[in-house]
């Protein structure tokens, strides 16, 4: 049981799990549209790792790359929707991400 | 056989069993979460998607659709077909071909094709290695109560990343 939890709660998993749903969000996303996701595991592993929690998603034109570990370069995944994206840090429940869409 | 010797072969044959499932959830899990996530298909939807809602809406053309060619879909529609630079891919991870033909006398009207055209030879082949295709047809009019078919293909690559 130990060792099921220790690969499901793997960063690298997490990394690309939260990579590819948020790319998912992306591109069936609206301008206009604010998309909350809750990444409660993903903050706490980073939390353990000592990792600043407000850096772990990052999107560059469109390229979204989560990141859980200093020593980690991330997992990175594109979108093809082409919009404005930016994620933010929920500080209020400090368990989830939003993500404001708008018109490029 | 005494009971102490039927002991021990119970205890080996219980460690055997022990081993065997245990060597079995290693092996489900690593071949699970050794391989990523393919969402191929659900981009190849949404894609799909992002193209009907760029001729048709609401069950009826839009207005500009005869505007739309190959040259000027992308920025038309709000794709944006650049990629990640990972595994020396060049921008080439999608395509997307849309037919639009007159309803009843199935004559072609408009053919826009965009993105690697060298994606579409391989929808043939149902394999995780190549690329997922999706192929949609839907049917629409004009103001002027013309009907339309509309077959929309959308391919997606990007296997390096998800088999």
Known sequence: MLFLFSKTGETSVLEEKYTKQIALLIDSAEPGMTIDL???????????ENFPVNEIVRVNGNVVTVRLKEDSEGYSYSFFNDIDVRANFDTASRTKYYF????K | MNHKGAEKILSVYWFAILFIVAAGIVYMVFSFYGKPYDIRELETNALADKAADCLNYGGYMNENWQNLED?????????????????????????VEIKVSDFNSNQELKKIAVGNHNLRLNCAVESDNFPVCLEREMYSFDKANSQYKITILSVVRKTEKNT
Not at chain 2, 81 to 91: G, I, L
């Open chain 2, 71 to 95: 040259e000027n879909f992308l920025s038309e529609c709000n794709l944006n077909f650049n990629v990640e630079s990972d595994f020396e891919w060049e921008n080439d991870q999608y395509y």
């Open chain 1, 38 to 48: 809750n990444m409660e595991d993903a903050i706490k592993a980073a939390g353990e």
């Open chain 1, 100 to 103: 404001i869409i708008t018109q």
